[in-house]
Each structure stands twice: as structure tokens, then as C-alpha cells.
């Protein structure tokens, strides 16, 4: 993700609250930075400020939009409709007037991710395993896995981001619904299981990091 915001404290609250969802959050001080810092970060998503000097907010989107597909929200303390309208016609996805809650601008960057996701494949082949996603099964040639429900949903997690590291916090979120749900540890006994069950060369241990998946 990509934080473009100029007001200093304001950005150094908000990168720490989106952090603590699971996010990884690179930050620029105004347009003309982010539009630097742009090829350099490939984010999956930007916030961005409306009102900010050398390069507003909507004129970074538009320029942005030239370059990249990535979705993008907006910041701004108008909530005019005239406002809107004009953000939406700019390229932004979703819209969030401050003061916002940290929860719920985290919930509503999720939404705007998922809708920008592709399809998932239903069948997956992941060396040698065969992975029905609709059904929830998994077969080593003619044997099936037995995994449960949380197994499963971690799995696919992974899936869904194939090649990158995912943290233990980004885990809870993603398997769990909530990064503050408990103890990351849960993460750790879970991969420790899944792994158990479908080979340990599936999932690389990034130290300091978290976990990924590695496709043969």
C-alpha cells in the first residue's frame, strides 16, 4: 500500500493503525513524491489525501491512473456530494472523509481489494497436490487430505497470494477475520499443521517475516 498524506502526524497515526491490520504501508509526503515512489512500491492499493501542496490528491490519481491500475481511496475532510462525484470521476475507488476510524477505513480498504481481485481458480495444482476450492478438497494422486475448516482457509490465503510473504498478523486477518483475534501463535501451530498434512516444501518460513507459499 501506498500512503499518500501531508500532514506528518496524521500520516505516522495512520500508517500505525493500518499496520496493526496487517498492512504493509509505504508513505509519501504529496503527489509528486507518490508519483516517484509509485514504480518503486508497486502497491496493491493508495490512500490518498485530497488537499495537499505541489500536487493535490485527485490530480495524483488521474496521473497515477496513466501509469497503473491500482485501486485507490480517497481522504478529505469535504463530504459534498459535488466532492465525491468529483473523486469518483477522477479514478478513485472508495471515498473517506476525516476524522475517520482506523477500524472501518481498514475494512473498507479490505472491500476495495477483494472487489479488484481476480477470480479465484477453482482447481489448483500445487505439485502434487490437486485443490478443489469450491469443494474444500485436496488429493495427493488418488488419496485424498483431510483438512479442516481453518486449514483449508489457510491454504487458500496463500493461494490468493502466491509468492508474497504474508505476516502472522495478515494471517489473522485473512483466516481468522480479525488480526486482533488472539495470540499470533495460533498461526504458527497452524501452519505447523497444515504443513504436516501437505508437505513442508509448500510453505517457506521467511525468518522475521512471516510465511509464503512456494509453487514447484
Same mark, same amino acid.
Given at each position: 500500500?501506498?500512503?499518500? /498524506? +501531508?500532514?506528518?502526524?496524521?500520516?505516522?497515526?495512520?500508517?500505525?493503525?493500518? /499496520?496493526?491490520?496487517?498492512?504493509?504501508?509505504?508513505?509519501?509526503?504529496?503527489?509528486?513524491?507518490?508519483?516517484?515512489?509509485?514504480?518503486?512500491? /508497486?502497491? +496493491?492499493?493508495?490512500?490518498?489525501?485530497?488537499?495537499?501542496?505541489?500536487? +493535490?490528491?485527485?490530480?495524483?490519481?488521474?496521473?497515477?491512473?496513466?501509469?497503473?491500475?491500482?485501486? #485507490?481511496?480517497?481522504?478529505?475532510?469535504?463530504?459534498?456530494?459535488?466532492?465525491?462525484?468529483?473523486?469518483?470521476?477522477?479514478? #478513485?475507488?472508495?471515498? *473517506?472523509?476525516?476524522?475517520?476510524?482506523?477500524?472501518?477505513? #481498514? #475494512?473498507?480498504?479490505?472491500?476495495?481489494?477483494?472487489?479488484?481481485?481476480?477470480?479465484?481458480?477453482?482447481?489448483?495444482?500445487?505439485? +502434487?497436490?490437486?485443490?478443489?476450492?469450491?469443494?474444500?478438497?485436496?488429493?495427493?494422486?488418488?488419496?485424498?487430505?483431510?483438512?479442516?475448516?481453518?486449514?483449508?482457509?489457510?491454504?487458500?490465503?496463500?493461494?490468493?497470494?502466491?509468492?508474497?510473504?504474508?505476516?502472522?498478523?495478515?494471517?489473522?486477518?485473512? *483466516?481468522?477475520?480479525?488480526?486482533?483475534?488472539?495470540?499470533?501463535?495460533?498461526?504458527? *501451530?497452524?501452519?505447523?499443521?497444515?504443513?504436516?498434512?501437505?508437505?513442508?516444501?509448500?510453505?517457506?518460513?521467511?525468518?522475521?517475516?512471516?510465511?509464503?507459499?512456494?509453487?514447484?
Amino acid at each position: 500500500m501506498l500512503l499518500v /498524506e +501531508d500532514d506528518e502526524a496524521l500520516r505516522t497515526t495512520t500508517r500505525l493503525v493500518l /499496520e496493526r491490520h496487517g498492512f504493509a504501508v509505504e508513505v509519501a509526503g504529496d503527489g509528486i513524491e507518490a508519483l516517484e515512489r509509485l514504480p518503486l512500491v /508497486e502497491p +496493491d492499493v493508495l490512500v490518498v489525501d485530497v488537499m495537499m501542496p505541489r500536487m +493535490d490528491g485527485m490530480t495524483f490519481i488521474r496521473r497515477a491512473r496513466e501509469r497503473v491500475d491500482t485501486p #485507490a481511496v480517497l481522504l478529505t475532510a469535504r463530504d459534498l456530494p459535488y466532492d465525491q462525484i468529483a473523486g469518483f470521476e477522477a479514478g #478513485a475507488d472508495d471515498y *473517506v472523509t476525516k476524522p475517520f476510524d482506523g477500524d472501518v477505513l #481498514a #475494512a473498507r480498504l479490505r472491500a476495495v481489494l477483494r472487489r479488484g481481485r481476480p477470480a479465484a481458480d477453482t482447481e489448483v495444482t500445487l505439485g +502434487d497436490l490437486h485443490i478443489d476450492r469450491p469443494g474444500m478438497v485436496v488429493r495427493r494422486g488418488e488419496d485424498r487430505i483431510s483438512l479442516s475448516s481453518t486449514e483449508f482457509r489457510l491454504l487458500e490465503a496463500f493461494l490468493d497470494h502466491p509468492g508474497r510473504v504474508l505476516s502472522r498478523i495478515q494471517l489473522l486477518d485473512l *483466516v481468522w477475520g480479525d488480526p486482533d483475534w488472539g495470540d499470533p501463535h495460533v498461526v504458527e *501451530v497452524t501452519v505447523q499443521r497444515l504443513r504436516a498434512k501437505i508437505g513442508a516444501e509448500h510453505i517457506a518460513t521467511v525468518r522475521g517475516a512471516g510465511y509464503k507459499l512456494v509453487k514447484s
